[in-house]
């Protein structure tokens, strides 16, 4: 699994003119699912990122996790994360087919429900609108093969 985890002041996502997914503060999530990636790994990322200690203490410095600052995640398929991009044209063969995907991408969304996070979404596969409020800007990069 790949991630993208943008801190947000806010976020949101359209599908067809209506706002169907929407936070305040929280992370942005851009989340690819590979065909060999497993739900141990929707679980390991979900830990890491409820985990992930990116707000700004009262000193200014990067060490609170999403709880400390009652955040939330806005969760976003994104195959595109495992594009093939040695031609012009990026091919996808590296992203796991919607049968796979589907399960594991309510798999994540689901484990970091059962840590307490409040979770929105988009609709898989959906021609969606992301609008986002970058904070910091501060945007990590997680790949469950690496972490």
Same mark, same amino acid.
């Given at each position: 699994?790949?991630?993208?985890?943008?801190?947000?002041?806010?976020?949101?996502?359209?599908?067809?003119?209506?706002?169907?997914?929407? /936070?305040?503060?929280?992370y942005l999530i851009l *989340? =690819?699912?590979?065909?060999?990636d497993t739900w141990e $790994?929707?679980?390991?990322?979900?830990?890491?990122?409820?985990?992930?200690?990116?707000?700004? $203490?009262?000193?200014?410095?990067?060490?609170?996790?999403?709880?400390?600052? $009652? &955040? +939330? %995640?806005?969760?976003?398929?994104?195959?595109? *994360?495992?594009? @093939? *991009?040695?031609?012009?044209?990026?091919?996808?063969?590296?992203? +796991?087919?919607?049968?796979?995907? /589907?399960?594991?991408? #309510? +798999?994540?969304?689901?484990?970091?429900?059962?840590?307490? %996070?409040?979770?929105?979404? &988009?609709?898989?596969?959906? @021609?969606?609108?992301?609008?986002? *409020?970058? @904070? =910091?800007p501060v945007t990590l990069?997680? @790949?469950?093969? #690496? %972490?």
């Amino acid at each position: 699994m790949r991630a993208v985890v943008t801190r947000v002041k806010e976020a949101s996502v359209e599908i067809e003119g209506r706002i169907c997914g929407q /936070i305040q503060v929280g992370y942005l999530i851009l *989340l =690819g699912i590979a065909p060999e990636d497993t739900w141990e $790994d929707a679980a390991h990322l979900a830990e890491k990122v409820v985990h992930l200690r990116v707000f700004s $203490d009262e000193n200014g410095k990067m060490n609170r996790a999403l709880a400390e600052v $009652d &955040g +939330a %995640v806005l969760v976003i398929s994104q195959f595109t *994360l495992f594009a @093939d *991009l040695k031609k012009r044209r990026p091919g996808f063969s590296k992203a +796991a087919k919607p049968e796979h995907a /589907i399960p594991l991408y #309510e +798999a994540f969304m689901k484990e970091l429900r059962e840590r307490c %996070v409040h979770v929105e979404c &988009g609709a898989f596969g959906a @021609d969606m609108q992301v609008s986002s *409020l970058n @904070d =910091g800007p501060v945007t990590l990069l997680f @790949d469950t093969t #690496e %972490v």
